[in-house]
């Protein structure tokens, strides 16, 4: 299984893009990359998914660039209600099951 | 779509019980569920997989026979944890998946053992 490496916390501001960037060098040609979502007693928020170039939803986009080896999620004009966890995963989507492991995350606080 | 519920949201035991978590798909049929324990200020920490009819995959470390899974249909899961101590204490989150898409997880079980 791929692992993947994210900072650890980024603090950001109402109205401001935050970008969270993953490095996951190992990525196998069939995996996957899905980003999650965490509030405290919660359990984790499907984001995005995407395996190559820029995947966009109502909510974020991500970049891949064409390596793979790394990815973006980009969150437009965050709220105070985006303070969370943010997990990059990465998983194989077309063999075989497949089991998420989740690393640390990316604590994001947005300030007001 | 693609709803996923734990019940109970919350449970309080004595030490020495049996809690069981139920984990259900409401809205997909899902072939493969898999069970997470999550500690306070912690990552997800992934327990065992279980598929539809078969029996549970562990990870390393979890115990089979204190934690207990049964997949029996295409939307139910179930965790039993056996003899509940102290440190079985946890917030438990289940996901449940429709063959190769997106894993989508339960609101979670806070379980507190007394």
């Known amino acids: 299984l791929a692992k993947t490496t994210q900072p650890i916390s980024m603090d950001s501001y109402e109205g401001q893009e935050v970008n969270i960037t993953c490095s996951h060098n190992?990525?196998?040609?069939?995996?996957?990359i899905t980003w999650y979502q965490q509030f405290p007693s919660q359990g984790p928020r499907f984001i995005i998914q995407g395996y190559k170039t820029k995947v966009t939803n109502e909510v974020a986009s991500l970049f891949i660039p064409a390596d793979r080896k790394s990815s973006t999620l980009s969150l437009p004009r965050v709220s105070l209600s985006d303070t969370a966890v943010y997990y990059c995963l990465v998983g194989d989507r077309l063999g075989g099951y497949n089991k998420l492991i989740f690393g640390a995350g990316t604590r994001l606080a947005v300030h007001p | 779509g693609a709803v996923v519920s734990q019940h109970p949201s919350r449970v309080i035991c004595k030490s020495g019980t049996s809690v069981k978590i139920e984990c259900r798909s409401l809205d997909f049929q899902a072939t493969t569920m898999f069970w997470y324990r999550q500690f306070p200020k912690q990552s997800l920490m992934l327990m065992a997989t279980?598929?539809?009819?078969?029996?549970?995959?562990?990870e390393q470390g979890v115990e089979k026979d204190k934690f207990l899974i049964n997949h029996a249909s295409l939307t139910l899961s179930t965790l039993t944890v056996t003899s509940a101590h102290p440190e079985d204490s946890s917030f438990y989150i289940c996901s449940a998946r429709a063959g190769q898409e997106t894993q989508y997880f339960g609101p979670g079980t806070r379980l507190l053992v007394l």
């Open positions: 279980s598929n539809e009819g078969s029996k549970a995959t562990y």
């Open positions: 190992n990525i196998a040609t069939n995996d996957y």
